[in-house]
């Protein structure tokens, strides 16, 4: 007999649960006040609640079900009509106040015996512990309810207020077979959201801290960007124009489908030019691209496009702006995912680097991060340019560019020239992977229509 899975509504989320929750199970979902439980118990519910098998929801003391309903009404998913038929909502605490918990525990046996539903959530699990005449009685009570539901095959959320360090030692957390658990982390100067799986009985989950965002459609969770790289797959044996012809010479006829190329320079050096030329180049040949920018504004952006001449309304060239202040990293991926999916992008820059780290909460899940989408795109045909702006104006003894060039498959590095009392630019192929290159310094200029590589540069 096939497995049957709870869905949440929301794919992203069923997936890092293996498919979704196993039916009929205990799952307990944890979190602080504020978390999103409530919020994650109510999707659930409209997601499996039907006329004939209702999803039940029960409020205990810890939030008046008023309370509880006012603010679900302001959720999209959140349906008046339904209420009453496929959602049931009902308030435990006379029963708790009158009988304790052997109340409670009648009450809720005898309403799945009358009312078989698709789910059954308590909320909050964790306010009938102060009900309980000592710990003895609590843990009877826990052991006894989910006897009592796995004897009719009951899915139940069990929701509370908890602590990752308080919940090794409740009986709750022993007894449930899936646990869930939503916190708030500290990532710096803001704080982010995370969403983690503690345990999942009899199935495979994704591991890790997923972000999240709680939206007046729900809670919408980001999968933790991991990929191992593993499995074959082929690409084009077509090269992709950089854009600038001379260049594309220095490189061995253009990048790889599907390669990664870093360019290194100071402010200033012509990085976003380049980038902006690649993504430009490649609609000239009806090659779609995505310029995702974290370095300028779309009105900046927008106007230095103008400024080349090339068309800011081109359909094949698409701009993204984003800030790094107030961005998921994983949540950025996935939205950039999707425009590359609807343009049928084969083309993608990342303008910078540095801006797209400061959004990682620290250096290995930044580096883990640029793996996962180098492979990503490698496996698509997807040709990557990143920028990196370094701190050395004139010459370069080291590439402090985060560890990224090893994953690269060609590195340019771009940088200025003492030149009497005029300035001047230099460009160098330092690498690329499977193809000849010219590793030699050449001059270049920024003029209206984009980079123009020069002589070689002479030192001497």
Same mark, same amino acid.
């Given at each position: 007999?096939?497995?049957?899975?709870?869905?949440?509504?929301?794919?992203?989320?069923?997936?890092?649960?293996?498919?979704?929750?196993?039916?009929?199970?205990?799952?307990?979902?944890?979190?602080?006040?504020?978390?999103?439980?409530?919020?994650?118990?109510?999707?659930?519910?409209?997601?499996?609640?039907?006329?004939?098998?209702?999803?039940?929801?029960?409020?205990?003391?810890?939030?008046?079900?008023?309370?509880?309903?006012?603010?679900?009404?302001?959720?999209?998913?959140?349906?008046?009509?339904?209420?009453?038929?496929?959602?049931?909502?009902?308030?435990?605490?006379?029963?708790?106040?009158?009988?304790?918990?052997?109340?409670?525990?009648?009450?809720?046996?005898?309403?799945?015996?009358?009312?078989?539903?698709?789910?059954?959530?308590?909320?909050?699990?964790?306010?009938?512990?102060?009900?309980?005449?000592?710990?003895?009685?609590?843990?009877?009570?826990?052991?006894?309810?989910?006897?009592?539901?796995?004897?009719?095959?009951?899915?139940?959320?069990?929701?509370?207020?908890?602590?990752?360090?308080?919940?090794?030692?409740?009986?709750?957390?022993?007894?449930?077979?899936?646990?869930?658990?939503?916190?708030?982390?500290?990532?710096?100067?803001?704080?982010?959201?995370?969403?983690?799986?503690?345990?999942?009985?009899?199935?495979?989950?994704?591991?890790?801290?997923?972000?999240?965002?709680?939206?007046?459609?729900?809670?919408?969770?980001?999968?933790?960007?991991?990929?191992?790289?593993?499995?074959?797959?082929?690409?084009?044996?077509?090269?992709?124009?950089?854009?600038?012809?001379?260049?594309?010479?220095?490189?061995?006829?253009?990048?790889?489908?599907?390669?990664?190329?870093?360019?290194? !320079?100071? %402010?200033?050096?012509?990085?976003? +030019?380049?980038? /902006? $030329?690649?993504?430009?180049? &490649? *609609?000239?040949? #009806?090659?779609?691209?995505?310029?995702?920018?974290?370095?300028?504004?779309?009105?900046?952006?927008?106007?230095?496009?103008?400024?080349?001449?090339?068309?800011?309304?081109?359909?094949?060239?698409?701009?993204?702006?984003?800030?790094?202040?107030?961005?998921?990293?994983?949540?950025?991926?996935?939205?950039?995912?999707?425009?590359?999916?609807?343009?049928?992008?084969?083309?993608?820059?990342?303008?910078?680097?540095?801006?797209?780290?400061?959004?990682?909460?620290?250096?290995?899940?930044?580096?883990?991060?640029?793996?996962?989408?180098?492979?990503?795109?490698?496996?698509?045909?997807?040709?990557?340019?990143?920028?990196?702006?370094?701190?050395?104006?004139?010459?370069?003894?080291?590439?402090?560019?985060? !560890?990224? %060039?090893?994953?690269?498959?060609? +590195?340019?590095? /771009? $940088?200025?020239?003492?030149? &009497? *009392?005029?300035? #001047?630019?230099?460009?160098?192929?330092?690498?690329?992977?499977?193809?000849?290159?010219?590793?030699?310094?050449?001059?270049?200029?920024?003029?209206?229509?984009?980079?123009?590589?020069?002589?070689?540069?002479?030192?001497?």
């Amino acid at each position: 007999m096939p497995e049957r899975r709870l869905v949440s509504g929301q794919p992203r989320l069923d997936a890092i649960l293996g498919g979704g929750l196993i039916d009929p199970s205990v799952t307990l979902i944890a979190g602080l006040p504020g978390s999103g439980k409530t919020v994650l118990a109510q999707q659930y519910a409209f997601a499996n609640g039907t006329d004939q098998r209702p999803a039940i929801y029960l409020s205990t003391v810890a939030e008046p079900l008023s309370k509880i309903l006012y603010f679900g009404e302001a959720l999209s998913f959140f349906d008046p009509g339904r209420v009453g038929r496929s959602v049931l909502f009902e308030d435990l605490g006379g029963e708790l106040d009158d009988n304790g918990l052997t109340g409670v525990l009648d009450h809720i046996t005898d309403l799945v015996a009358k009312q078989p539903c698709s789910l059954l959530i308590i909320d909050s699990f964790r306010a009938l512990r102060y009900r309980a005449v000592g710990e003895r009685e609590f843990e009877g009570f826990v052991h006894q309810l989910a006897g009592r539901l796995a004897a009719t095959g009951t899915m139940a959320l069990w929701l509370g207020e908890y602590r990752r360090d308080e919940l090794e030692g409740c009986p709750e957390f022993a007894v449930a077979d899936a646990a869930v658990l939503l916190a708030t982390e500290d990532a710096g100067q803001r704080d982010s959201r995370a969403l983690r799986v503690l345990k999942l009985r009899g199935s495979d989950f994704r591991s890790g801290a997923h972000a999240y965002r709680i939206e007046s459609s729900g809670i919408r969770v980001f999968p933790r960007l991991s990929d191992v790289g593993a499995g074959s797959y082929e690409l084009s044996e077509r090269r992709a124009t950089s854009g600038i012809a001379a260049l594309d010479m220095l490189v061995g006829d253009g990048y790889w489908p599907g390669s990664a190329t870093l360019v290194i !320079g100071p %402010s200033g050096s012509g990085k976003t +030019v380049m980038g /902006l $030329q690649f993504i430009y180049g &490649g *609609a000239r040949l #009806g090659e779609p691209g995505v310029y995702a920018s974290m370095q300028e504004n779309r009105v900046q952006l927008e106007r230095m496009v103008a400024g080349f001449g090339w068309d800011v309304d081109e359909p094949m060239a698409v701009l993204r702006c984003d800030s790094p202040n107030d961005i998921y990293i994983d949540e950025w991926y996935y939205d950039l995912l999707d425009t590359i999916e609807s343009t049928g992008a084969r083309r993608l820059v990342i303008d910078s680097l540095g801006d797209l780290a400061a959004a990682c909460p620290d250096e290995k899940r930044f580096r883990e991060f640029v793996y996962a989408l180098l492979n990503h795109c490698s496996r698509a045909g997807i040709s990557v340019l990143l920028t990196f702006e370094s701190a050395e104006l004139y010459g370069h003894t080291s590439l402090s560019e985060r !560890g990224v %060039s090893h994953l690269s498959d060609n +590195v340019i590095l /771009l $940088q200025y020239l003492r030149d &009497g *009392a005029s300035g #001047g630019r230099a460009l160098t192929v330092l690498k690329t992977r499977a193809s000849r290159h010219i590793p030699q310094a050449r001059q270049f200029e920024i003029t209206h229509d984009g980079i123009s590589i020069r002589a070689p540069f002479d030192p001497v």
